[in-house]
């Protein structure tokens, strides 16, 4: 990394909505059944119901509570959400007032891969001089979900993640990143104002493979590292094969791969934060241990990115 001031993780939290919807819940309404759902997606159950700042909300005050810091510490709060409340004004002010967050507010949204984006541009203020800031991921996938669509809807959840960046002279915990796009691919996930999320599965799960391998492998690279010194890879839940695939073509065991997704289905910009924070919480991610994180997502876009635990 090129700057002197980096950053590095205090605390943690997540938030999810209480109601869980199993496959067979979704089987009672829809022509699916468990057993496709599973073994086409690695999803069993997903929660659903909230909003995005209401969610965004509540894995803030986790994350604020667990550094042990308060709102007024804060100088941004960086919202990744691909489903904000409203067009106009962006979620993060609404967390912003919720939380009381003394600093300032803005949203990424670069669907799934939103949080690894804000992580990055959160790595750049710190290395301009902010000394502590709150990155959420949060959406509601479920709010522009046509819930007769089994194509979409057996896949979607609700959920938040967050983290507190503190800054640290020297280098932090941010080894590498990178974020890319190919914004020709738009048509192949999109959601018009007022419509509906669409997805052309097939393709994307392709291209999500080719993607996700090139991004991880560059941010591996530019680390210093090697393939054998990834001790986790925190991906994108969005399909378990898609993170069968990927690893395979990595070469990381799956055991080393966090995966969430038969809990939560695919929560977009939220899926890495509560991967994340599953690993801490279950004790597989140690201090000084090599964390890859990766996703892509609508645009397309990718991001990849290597802290070491700890800084
Ligand atoms: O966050 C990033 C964005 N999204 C993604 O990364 C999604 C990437 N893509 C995928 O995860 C997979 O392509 C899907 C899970 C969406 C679909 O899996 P697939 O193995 O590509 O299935 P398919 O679309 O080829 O469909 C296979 C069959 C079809 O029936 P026929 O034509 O073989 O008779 C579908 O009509 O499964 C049928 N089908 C279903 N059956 C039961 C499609 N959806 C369902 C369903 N339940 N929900």
Redesign the pocket.
């Known amino acids: 990394m090129l700057t002197g001031r980096g950053g590095v993780v205090t605390g943690w939290g997540i938030a999810v909505p209480d109601k869980v919807v199993t496959n067979d819940d979704l089987s009672a309404t829809m ?3 468990d057993a ?2 599973v073994e ?2 690695g999803i069993r159950e997903r929660r659903i119901g909230g909003t995005t700042s209401g969610l965004a909300i509540e894995a803030g005050r986790r994350a604020l509570e667990h550094a042990g810091r308060t709102p007024d510490e804060i100088d941004a709060v960086v919202l990744a959400t691909t489903t904000p409340d409203a067009i106009v004004p962006g979620t993060s002010a609404t967390v912003q007032d919720g939380l009381g967050i003394a600093g300032g507010a803005f949203d990424v949204n670069a669907a ?1 891969s939103g949080f690894v984006y804000g992580l990055s541009v959160a790595h750049g203020l710190l290395a301009i001089g902010a000394r502590r800031l709150l990155l959420i991921g949060a959406d509601t996938l479920s709010r522009i979900t046509d819930w007769d669509d ?2 979409v809807a ?2 979607v959840g609700d959920g938040a993640g967050a983290v507190v960046l503190e800054a640290v002279d020297g280098p932090g915990q941010l080894l590498s990143w990178n974020v890319g796009a190919d914004g020709s691919l738009r048509h192949l ?1 999109k959601c018009d104002h007022g419509g509906y999320l669409y ?1 052309d ?2 393709e ?2 392709r291209k ?1 493979v080719r993607v996700l391998v090139d991004s991880a492998l560059q941010a591996v690279s530019e680390a210093g590292l090697t393939i054998d010194d990834i001790d986790l890879m925190v991906p ?1 839940q ?2 378990l094969r ?1 993170i069968t695939a990927a690893c395979q073509r990595l070469g990381i065991p799956e055991d080393k791969a966090v995966m969430v997704i038969d809990r939560y289905g ?1 929560t ?1 910009s939220a899926s890495i934060p509560l991967a994340l924070v599953d690993a801490l919480e279950t004790g597989r991610l140690e201090k000084g241990a090599n964390v890859l994180l990766t996703g ?3 645009g397309m876009t990718w991001a990849s990115a290597v802290l070491r635990w700890g800084g």
């Open positions: 022509d699916t059944n496709w759902i086409r997606t799934c089994r194509s057996v896949l996930l997805m599965g097939k994307i799960f999500a994108h969005a399909n898609i695919n977009s892509f997502g609508g």
